[in-house]
């Protein structure tokens, strides 16, 4: 079974190895395996399905890297509604290393011209917009990944 290693306080996913322990490890059942201090593996779940008016959010805790359903209308952060522009959005990308820019616009793609026709062409992209909700849904994005792209972004100038 796929393990992600996090951070436990303030509590995130880690994406690049720490002191030679990989991001993610896959663990046979009974296997102990040990993280870095303040570290720890916690086991990747399974994507439910999604139901009527529902979609998966990744959520992280302490004993999993799991997924919730939600409101498929319920923005992920409520305050404050962050704005970035395309060109930090794709800064913040390659800064972070959370997707690749590749990955990005094949979910566009997949979503039809008027989804590209908007993406591409909006002077600003906030993080509430409901394609932006289905992209981080598409691509498997938690909350907490979506919020740390927008702040990242934001911070660009």
Do not use: C
């Not at 979609?55 to 799991?66: F, I, Q, Y």
């Not at 616009?105 to 026709?117: F, L, M, N, R, T």
Request: hydrophobic share 40%.
């Amino acid at each position: 079974m796929k393990h992600q290693l996090i951070q436990i306080d303030p509590l995130k996913r880690v994406s690049t190895p720490i002191g030679g322990f990989p991001p993610l490890r896959n663990v046979s059942e009974g296997q102990e395996i040990s993280a870095p201090d303040g570290h720890a593996y916690v086991p990747v779940l399974n994507k439910p399905a999604a139901t009527a008016g529902k979609r998966a959010v990744k959520k992280l805790t302490e004993e999993s890297d799991g997924w919730e359903l939600v409101d498929f209308n319920e923005p992920p952060i409520s305050e404050p509604k962050i704005k970035v522009t395309q060109l930090q959005l794709r800064l913040a990308i390659l800064q972070t290393g959370i997707i690749s820019l590749d990955a990005l616009d094949q979910a566009i793609v997949s979503k039809g011209p008027e989804a590209e026709a908007r993406w591409d062409y909006a002077p600003t992209i906030p993080i509430d917009h409901p394609l932006v909700l289905e992209l981080a849904n598409e691509l498997n994005l938690g909350d907490e990944q979506v919020e740390e792209l927008f702040k990242t972004a934001s911070l660009i100038t």
